[in-house]
Nanobody
Framework: QVQLAESGGGSVQAGGSLGLSCSSSGRTFSNNAVGWFRQSPGKEREFVASISWNGGSTVYADSVKGRFTVSRDRSRVYLQMNTLNPEDTAMYYC?????????????????WGQGTQVTVSS
């Protein structure tokens, strides 16, 4: 079992930056890809970014490409968010992928954190 926990959310003005962190307890997620997803009220959960188990490959949603950067070290996965806009307001979740999956589909991820809120004001 893997328990994930996100941290680093908060409130920021448009154009600002925030950094999120995802840690694991229980069994490590060091051998799995990790994804970031987000969900705002009334909308479906959407893919934001993912990083392969060794950090060698990253994937981004078009809406965040060039503004967000996903990275990882041995124990945490990070999401650096720059040039935030109000459309980025959402609950952000990290998730550990099943097997060798590292794509955009939420069903490919087994373990999920509780989420951290990001609010961007105009």
């Amino acid at each position: 079992q893997v328990q994930l926990a996100e941290s680093g959310g908060g409130s920021v003005q448009a154009g600002g930056s925030l950094g999120l962190s995802c840690s694991s307890s229980g069994r490590t997620f060091s051998n799995n890809a990790v994804g970031w997803f987000r969900q705002s009220p009334g909308k479906e959960r959407e893919f934001v970014a993912s990083i392969s188990w060794n950090g060698g490959s990253t994937v981004y949603a078009d809406s965040v490409k060039g503004r967000f950067t996903v990275s990882r070290d041995r124990s945490r996965v990070y999401l650096q968010m720059n040039t935030l806009n109000p459309e980025d307001t959402a609950m952000y979740y990290c998730a550990s992928a099943r097997g060798s999956y590292s794509g955009r589909t939420s069903s490919g991820y087994t373990y999920w954190g509780q989420g951290t809120q990001v609010t961007v004001s105009s």
